[in-house]
C-alpha cells in the first residue's frame, strides 16, 4: 500500500504486509483511533493465515493500525488485530463509525466476507499513545 501526496502525487509512504497472498491492502481506511487529532492508517490483509495452537494453518484475516505521530507515520511494527474465524476474511472493509459512545476515541467496524458491514465486527481498541 502506497500513500501519495495529495498536491505533487509524490509517495510518502509505502507500508507492505508480512505475507503473501494476504491480500494486504484489499481495504484501507484513514481514522484518527486514539484521540490524539492524527488521523492514522488501517490496513486490512482478509486472507492473512496464522497458526493455531495445534500447528495447523487457518485463513482468519487481520487489520494492521499504523499510528500518526506528529513526526508522521509511525515507524516499526504495527498494532494487529486478528479475525477469530476461519475463512471470515476478517479486514475486506473497515469503516469508521466516529465517536458514537463520546468517549473521544473514533469507533471503527472490520467487516467480513459474505457478512457485510452489518455483521463485522465493532472494535474500539485501546492503543498506547
Ligand atoms: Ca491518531
Ligand atoms: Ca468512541
Do not use: C
Not at 20 to 46: E, K, Q, S, T
Amino acid at each position: 500500500v502506497t500513500i501519495l501526496n495529495g498536491s505533487d502525487i509524490r509517495p510518502l509512504y509505502n507500508f507492505s504486509g508480512e505475507q503473501m497472498a494476504a491480500y494486504f491492502g484489499y481495504a484501507v481506511a484513514a481514522m484518527d483511533i486514539n484521540g490524539d487529532g492524527l488521523d492514522d492508517l488501517l490496513i486490512g490483509a482478509p486472507l492473512f493465515m496464522e497458526k493455531t495452537e495445534g500447528g495447523r494453518v487457518q485463513e482468519v484475516g487481520r487489520v494492521y493500525i499504523y499510528q500518526q505521530k506528529t513526526y508522521g507515520m509511525e515507524p516499526g511494527a504495527p498494532a494487529v488485530l486478528t479475525g477469530h474465524q476461519e475463512f471470515g476474511r476478517f479486514g475486506s472493509a473497515i469503516a469508521s463509525l466516529g465517536d458514537l459512545n463520546q468517549d473521544g476515541y473514533n469507533g471503527m467496524k472490520v467487516g467480513s466476507e459474505g457478512h457485510g458491514m452489518g455483521k463485522g465486527t465493532g472494535v474500539s481498541p485501546d492503543l498506547p499513545p
